[in-house]
């Protein structure tokens, strides 16, 4: 069984507004991001917290995804990646932050045919979402504190980057200028 989770607890604090619930090809953000996962997983948990109660509103009727609030939202990104992976019970999930509703069937596809432990995908040798791991990886994090971020721990265990031919794989919107070149190429 393979599961996503979708981190959108943030302040959006660089975008000034609450990014998730931009429109973008008409829905939301989150939504793009959230139906690009959906088709792949069985579940989706999308780990809210700052507006938590704007991204309930908006994805009420998936019914494959359930919305967990992260109470530590403020600590960071680390704490809504640790709450997603206290909820998986899948053998694999694919992890992403919210604002990437760009990420192409193709990418899933091709993380989907791979068996390594940690997958990532690369789009001209840059890193990018979402990260694919083996559920038994993941939950290591919930035992081991000696990491301070998602990407120590994974360079400390290792991963396999793959080569997709998806730009979509590194264009977030942290920012309204972000926002607005997002818009006008698409």
């Given amino acids: 069984m393979v599961e996503g989770i979708v ?3 943030g ?5 000034k507004t609450f990014k998730m619930a931009l429109p973008f090809r008409g829905k939301t ?21 700052h507006k938590i109660q704007i991204i309930q509103r908006i994805l009420k009727d998936y019914d494959k995804v359930k919305i967990i ?26 992890l992403t932050p919210g604002d990437y509703p760009l990420i192409d069937k193709s990418t ?18 840059k890193k ?5 791991m083996e559920t038994t990886i993941g939950k290591q994090l919930l035992y081991d504190n000696s990491y301070d971020n998602l990407r120590d721990f994974i360079n400390s265990k290792g991963f396999i980057p ?12 942290d920012t309204m200028e972000q926002y607005r070149r997002l818009t006008t190429q698409n």
């Fill in 29 to 49: 953000i989150i939504e793009n991001c959230v139906e690009n996962m959906m088709q792949y997983c069985n579940k989706v948990y999308v780990i809210g917290g």
């Fill in 69 to 94: 609030y992260n109470s530590n939202y403020k600590q960071g990104m680390y704490s809504s990646v640790k709450t997603g992976i206290t909820k998986l019970e899948g053998d694999k999930f694919f």
């Fill in 162 to 173: 793959v080569e997709v031919e998806d730009r979509g794989i590194i264009l977030d919107v």
């Fill in 11 to 15: 302040l959006s604090s660089r975008a």
């Fill in 7 to 9: 981190l959108a607890a």
């Fill in 108 to 125: 899933y596809n091709t993380l989907l045919n791979r068996s390594e432990d940690i997958v990532i995908p690369t789009f001209k040798k």
């Fill in 128 to 132: 990018g979402h979402p990260v694919f």
